[in-house]
Antibody, heavy 119, light 107 residues
Framework: EVQLVESGGGLVQPGGSLRLSCAAS????????MNWVRQAPGKGLEWVSY????????YYADSVKGRFTISRDNAKNSLYLQMNSLRAEDTAVYYC????????????WGQGTLVTVSS | DIQMTQSPSSLSASVGDRVTITCRAS??????LAWFQQKPGKAPKSLIY???SLQSGVPSKFSGSGSGTDFTLTISSLQPEDFATYYC?????????FGQGTRLEIK
Protein backbone atom coordinates (compact mmCIF):
# COMPACT_ATOMS: atom_id res chain seq x y z
CA GLU A 1 0.00 0.00 0.00
CA VAL A 2 1.37 3.41 -0.97
CA GLN A 3 1.90 5.61 2.07
CA LEU A 4 3.21 9.16 2.36
CA VAL A 5 3.60 10.57 5.85
CA GLU A 6 4.56 14.20 6.37
CA SER A 7 6.15 15.58 9.52
CA GLY A 8 7.97 18.66 10.76
CA GLY A 9 5.18 21.20 10.76
CA GLY A 10 4.55 23.57 13.65
CA LEU A 11 4.49 27.15 14.81
CA VAL A 12 7.35 29.38 13.67
CA GLN A 13 7.93 33.12 13.85
CA PRO A 14 8.10 35.27 10.71
CA GLY A 15 11.58 35.10 9.25
CA GLY A 16 12.17 31.70 10.78
CA SER A 17 12.93 28.33 9.23
CA LEU A 18 11.37 24.90 9.22
CA ARG A 19 12.17 21.59 7.52
CA LEU A 20 9.37 19.32 6.43
CA SER A 21 9.86 15.62 5.77
CA CYS A 22 7.78 13.09 3.87
CA ALA A 23 8.41 9.40 4.52
CA ALA A 24 7.39 7.16 1.63
CA SER A 25 6.59 3.46 1.72
CA UNK A 26 4.80 0.83 -0.33
CA UNK A 27 6.47 1.72 -3.64
CA UNK A 28 9.92 2.17 -5.19
CA UNK A 29 10.48 5.75 -4.09
CA UNK A 30 13.56 6.27 -6.27
CA UNK A 31 11.48 5.72 -9.42
CA UNK A 32 8.94 8.45 -8.80
CA UNK A 33 8.81 12.20 -9.19
CA MET A 34 7.54 14.03 -6.13
CA ASN A 35 5.95 17.35 -5.23
CA TRP A 36 4.91 19.59 -2.38
CA VAL A 37 1.45 21.18 -2.55
CA ARG A 38 0.03 23.51 0.08
CA GLN A 39 -3.36 24.78 1.18
CA ALA A 40 -3.83 27.91 3.27
CA PRO A 41 -6.65 27.74 5.82
CA GLY A 42 -9.99 27.90 4.02
CA LYS A 43 -8.32 28.37 0.65
CA GLY A 44 -7.61 26.32 -2.45
CA LEU A 45 -4.65 24.18 -3.45
CA GLU A 46 -1.32 25.69 -4.49
CA TRP A 47 1.47 23.67 -6.10
CA VAL A 48 4.78 24.55 -4.41
CA SER A 49 7.65 22.48 -5.78
CA TYR A 50 8.65 19.46 -7.90
CA UNK A 51 11.68 17.18 -7.88
CA UNK A 52 12.53 14.49 -10.40
CA UNK A 53 13.21 10.92 -9.38
CA UNK A 54 16.98 11.42 -9.36
CA UNK A 55 16.79 14.92 -7.88
CA UNK A 56 18.44 16.45 -10.91
CA UNK A 57 15.45 18.53 -12.00
CA UNK A 58 13.66 20.90 -9.65
CA TYR A 59 10.95 23.52 -10.07
CA TYR A 60 9.42 26.03 -7.66
CA ALA A 61 6.41 28.29 -7.56
CA ASP A 62 7.39 31.95 -7.81
CA SER A 63 5.90 32.53 -4.36
CA VAL A 64 8.59 30.36 -2.70
CA LYS A 65 11.52 30.60 -5.12
CA GLY A 66 14.72 31.60 -3.34
CA ARG A 67 13.29 30.76 0.10
CA PHE A 68 12.32 27.08 -0.12
CA THR A 69 14.50 24.14 -1.14
CA ILE A 70 13.16 20.73 -2.13
CA SER A 71 15.38 17.67 -1.83
CA ARG A 72 15.17 13.92 -1.51
CA ASP A 73 17.14 11.00 -0.12
CA ASN A 74 16.31 7.90 -2.16
CA ALA A 75 18.27 5.69 0.22
CA LYS A 76 15.99 6.80 3.05
CA ASN A 77 12.78 6.92 0.96
CA SER A 78 12.30 10.50 2.04
CA LEU A 79 11.34 13.86 0.56
CA TYR A 80 12.15 17.17 2.21
CA LEU A 81 11.21 20.82 2.05
CA GLN A 82 13.55 23.31 3.70
CA MET A 83 11.62 26.52 4.28
CA ASN A 84 13.53 29.70 5.14
CA SER A 85 12.50 33.35 5.58
CA LEU A 86 8.99 32.24 6.38
CA ARG A 87 6.13 34.70 6.02
CA ALA A 88 2.60 34.78 7.39
CA GLU A 89 1.31 33.91 3.92
CA ASP A 90 3.22 30.60 4.05
CA THR A 91 0.80 29.41 6.73
CA ALA A 92 -0.82 26.31 5.27
CA VAL A 93 -1.18 22.58 5.35
CA TYR A 94 1.70 21.15 3.31
CA TYR A 95 1.11 17.91 1.41
CA CYS A 96 3.65 15.72 -0.32
CA UNK A 97 2.29 14.15 -3.47
CA UNK A 98 3.61 11.48 -5.81
CA UNK A 99 3.39 11.84 -9.57
CA UNK A 100 2.15 8.83 -11.50
CA UNK A 101 4.80 6.76 -13.28
CA UNK A 102 3.07 6.98 -16.65
CA UNK A 103 2.88 10.76 -16.57
CA UNK A 104 0.45 13.01 -14.83
CA UNK A 105 0.36 14.53 -11.42
CA UNK A 106 -0.31 13.56 -7.84
CA UNK A 107 -1.82 10.10 -7.83
CA UNK A 108 -1.12 9.70 -4.10
CA TRP A 109 -1.06 12.32 -1.34
CA GLY A 110 0.07 12.36 2.25
CA GLN A 111 -2.21 13.50 5.06
CA GLY A 112 -0.49 16.87 5.34
CA THR A 113 1.38 18.78 8.02
CA LEU A 114 0.34 22.22 9.27
CA VAL A 115 2.80 25.09 9.21
CA THR A 116 1.78 28.24 11.09
CA VAL A 117 3.87 31.38 10.72
CA SER A 118 2.97 33.83 13.43
CA SER A 119 4.55 35.94 16.14
CA ASP B 1 1.60 31.13 -15.85
CA ILE B 2 -1.51 29.30 -17.03
CA GLN B 3 -4.65 30.38 -15.19
CA MET B 4 -7.37 27.81 -14.49
CA THR B 5 -10.93 28.99 -13.96
CA GLN B 6 -13.61 26.67 -12.61
CA SER B 7 -17.34 27.24 -12.74
CA PRO B 8 -19.45 27.31 -10.81
CA SER B 9 -17.62 28.11 -7.57
CA SER B 10 -20.38 26.36 -5.65
CA LEU B 11 -23.19 24.08 -6.61
CA SER B 12 -26.19 22.68 -4.75
CA ALA B 13 -27.59 19.37 -5.89
CA SER B 14 -29.67 16.47 -4.62
CA VAL B 15 -28.85 12.82 -4.14
CA GLY B 16 -29.36 11.08 -7.46
CA ASP B 17 -28.67 14.19 -9.57
CA ARG B 18 -26.13 14.43 -12.37
CA VAL B 19 -23.82 17.45 -12.21
CA THR B 20 -21.18 18.98 -14.44
CA ILE B 21 -18.27 21.20 -13.40
CA THR B 22 -16.31 23.12 -15.99
CA CYS B 23 -12.67 24.19 -16.03
CA ARG B 24 -11.15 26.63 -18.50
CA ALA B 25 -7.45 27.18 -19.12
CA SER B 26 -6.06 30.57 -20.11
CA UNK B 27 -4.15 28.89 -22.93
CA UNK B 28 -4.20 25.53 -24.63
CA UNK B 29 -3.01 22.63 -22.49
CA UNK B 30 -3.83 19.70 -24.80
CA UNK B 31 -5.22 17.03 -22.46
CA UNK B 32 -2.87 17.72 -19.53
CA LEU B 33 -5.69 18.18 -17.09
CA ALA B 34 -6.41 16.42 -13.80
CA TRP B 35 -9.35 16.47 -11.39
CA PHE B 36 -9.18 16.01 -7.61
CA GLN B 37 -11.78 15.58 -4.89
CA GLN B 38 -11.25 16.93 -1.39
CA LYS B 39 -13.40 16.41 1.68
CA PRO B 40 -13.13 18.66 4.75
CA GLY B 41 -10.01 17.98 6.79
CA LYS B 42 -8.73 15.39 4.33
CA ALA B 43 -6.05 15.28 1.66
CA PRO B 44 -7.10 15.65 -1.96
CA LYS B 45 -7.81 12.46 -3.86
CA SER B 46 -7.00 11.89 -7.52
CA LEU B 47 -10.04 11.25 -9.71
CA ILE B 48 -9.06 11.80 -13.33
CA TYR B 49 -5.89 12.49 -15.28
CA UNK B 50 -5.19 13.15 -18.96
CA UNK B 51 -8.59 14.89 -19.04
CA UNK B 52 -10.59 11.67 -19.24
CA SER B 53 -8.62 8.76 -17.74
CA LEU B 54 -10.04 7.43 -14.50
CA GLN B 55 -7.68 6.91 -11.58
CA SER B 56 -7.60 3.28 -10.49
CA GLY B 57 -10.31 2.55 -7.95
CA VAL B 58 -12.43 5.57 -8.80
CA PRO B 59 -16.02 4.66 -9.70
CA SER B 60 -17.17 5.10 -13.28
CA LYS B 61 -19.81 7.59 -12.17
CA PHE B 62 -16.99 10.13 -12.51
CA SER B 63 -16.08 11.11 -16.05
CA GLY B 64 -14.00 13.82 -17.65
CA SER B 65 -13.81 15.30 -21.09
CA GLY B 66 -12.24 18.12 -23.04
CA SER B 67 -9.08 19.20 -24.73
CA GLY B 68 -7.30 22.45 -25.42
CA THR B 69 -8.82 25.04 -23.10
CA ASP B 70 -12.23 23.69 -22.05
CA PHE B 71 -12.82 20.71 -19.80
CA THR B 72 -15.65 19.17 -17.83
CA LEU B 73 -16.05 16.82 -14.88
CA THR B 74 -19.38 15.01 -14.73
CA ILE B 75 -20.64 13.09 -11.73
CA SER B 76 -23.68 10.93 -12.29
CA SER B 77 -26.16 9.71 -9.69
CA LEU B 78 -24.83 11.76 -6.78
CA GLN B 79 -24.45 9.96 -3.48
CA PRO B 80 -23.88 11.52 -0.05
CA GLU B 81 -20.15 10.69 -0.18
CA ASP B 82 -19.75 12.74 -3.39
CA PHE B 83 -20.46 16.05 -1.69
CA ALA B 84 -17.02 17.64 -1.50
CA THR B 85 -14.85 20.26 -3.18
CA TYR B 86 -13.47 19.52 -6.64
CA TYR B 87 -10.34 21.01 -8.18
CA CYS B 88 -8.94 20.90 -11.69
CA UNK B 89 -5.20 21.22 -12.32
CA UNK B 90 -3.19 21.76 -15.47
CA UNK B 91 0.10 19.93 -15.82
CA UNK B 92 1.03 21.12 -19.30
CA UNK B 93 3.79 23.36 -17.94
CA UNK B 94 5.32 24.48 -14.67
CA UNK B 95 4.16 26.03 -12.47
CA UNK B 96 1.32 23.57 -12.31
CA UNK B 97 -1.82 25.51 -11.44
CA PHE B 98 -5.14 24.59 -9.85
CA GLY B 99 -8.57 26.00 -10.37
CA GLN B 100 -10.11 27.80 -7.40
CA GLY B 101 -12.33 24.83 -6.58
CA THR B 102 -16.02 23.97 -6.86
CA ARG B 103 -17.86 23.22 -3.65
CA LEU B 104 -20.62 20.67 -4.22
CA GLU B 105 -23.26 20.85 -1.50
CA ILE B 106 -26.39 18.90 -0.71
CA LYS B 107 -29.62 20.72 -1.62
Amino acid sequence: EVQLVESGGGLVQPGGSLRLSCAASGFTFSSYEMNWVRQAPGKGLEWVSYISSSGSTIYYADSVKGRFTISRDNAKNSLYLQMNSLRAEDTAVYYCARDRSSGGPHDYWGQGTLVTVSS
Amino acid sequence: DIQMTQSPSSLSASVGDRVTITCRASQGISNYLAWFQQKPGKAPKSLIYAASSLQSGVPSKFSGSGSGTDFTLTISSLQPEDFATYYCQQYNSYPFTFGQGTRLEIK
